[in-house]
């Protein structure tokens, strides 16, 4: 192959990758704005749930979690609700009153999902994905005679 048929088959196979994301951007919804600030909470939710393992986790490993909890509820108040299990007693006051709060570090890690550990995630998914494709389409033009001109030449 010559070069000018290299690159006439890069640009053909850009041109192609780019309709087809076109394509898939058309089928997409409208995108949704706004919204952070409720996904971070589901995400300090979830968060909070996967705290009741704690106290049975450190029960299983001859830690008595509450007890722990009890010690250092004066001094470290977020510790202490996280050896509990999640019980908390944070509250915010708001324009309703008084409503329950996220501890600052369940505020923290849920942000670093929301905003760094999906999208991460998601790209690596992506990334695999076309790259595979990519490896399997390149080996498929190799080792198919009609595709490639140089085998062909016999």
């Known amino acids: 192959m010559s070069r000018w048929d290299v690159f006439r088959d890069v640009i053909i196979q850009q041109v192609v990758?780019?309709?087809?994301?076109?394509?898939?951007?058309?089928?997409?919804?409208?995108p949704m704005v706004g919204k952070d600030a409720y996904n971070v909470s589901v995400w300090a939710q979830r968060i909070r749930q996967c705290q009741a393992v704690v106290p049975y986790t450190l029960?299983?490993?001859?830690?008595?979690?509450?007890?722990?909890s009890a010690k250092v509820s004066n001094t470290h108040p977020e510790l202490s609700g996280f050896l509990a299990g999640g019980q908390y007693n944070f509250y915010e006051s708001t324009s309703a009153g008084k409503v329950p709060a996220f501890a600052s570090w369940e505020t923290l890690a849920a942000r670093s999902v929301y905003y760094f550990a999906i999208p991460a995630a998601q790209f690596l998914v992506a990334i695999l994905i076309v790259d595979t494709w990519q490896y399997f389409w390149h080996r498929a033009m190799h080792l198919n005679k009609w595709l490639y001109s140089t085998y062909n030449k016999s």
């Open 17 to 30: 990758q780019t309709a087809f994301g076109v394509f898939l951007g058309w089928l997409e919804e409208d």
């Open 59 to 68: 029960g299983a490993l001859g830690f008595n979690a509450l007890s722990m």
